[in-house]
């Protein structure tokens, strides 16, 4: 009997409840898929890839709306608000 590869990270092994078959699910991904998947794939890594967005969550003086109800002027540079 040949022996199996361990599945990468974030990956398990289920069955389906309908059809019986097994199929893979990655955690990190929330996708499946019915072919077990292979290291160094797709959707392997351990970590998504990141999406920075601070200088969205800061307000800054280049906003599109450069005030809010809690402050009048907004002092921040966009780079300052990037670094947070």
Same mark, same amino acid.
């Given at each position: 009997?040949?022996? /199996? &590869? ?10 389906? =409840?309908?059809?019986?078959? @097994?199929?893979?699910?990655? %955690?990190?991904?929330?996708?499946? !898929?019915? &072919? ?9 890594? /351990? &970590?998504? +890839?990141? /999406?920075?967005?601070? %200088? ?5 003086? !280049? ?6 109800? =809690? !402050?009048? &002027? @907004?002092?921040?540079? =966009?780079? +300052?608000?990037? +670094?947070?």
């Amino acid at each position: 009997m040949a022996e /199996v &590869e361990p599945l990468p990270s974030g990956w398990e092994k289920r069955m389906s =409840r309908k059809s019986g078959r @097994i199929y893979f699910f990655n %955690h990190i991904t929330n996708r499946s !898929q019915w &072919e077990r998947p292979k290291a160094g794939g797709s959707y392997n890594s /351990v &970590e998504p +890839d990141k /999406v920075r967005c601070s %200088h969205l969550l800061v307000k800054h003086n !280049q906003s599109r709306r450069p005030s809010s109800w =809690r !402050q009048e &002027e @907004i002092f921040w540079k =966009r780079p +300052d608000a990037e +670094d947070i």
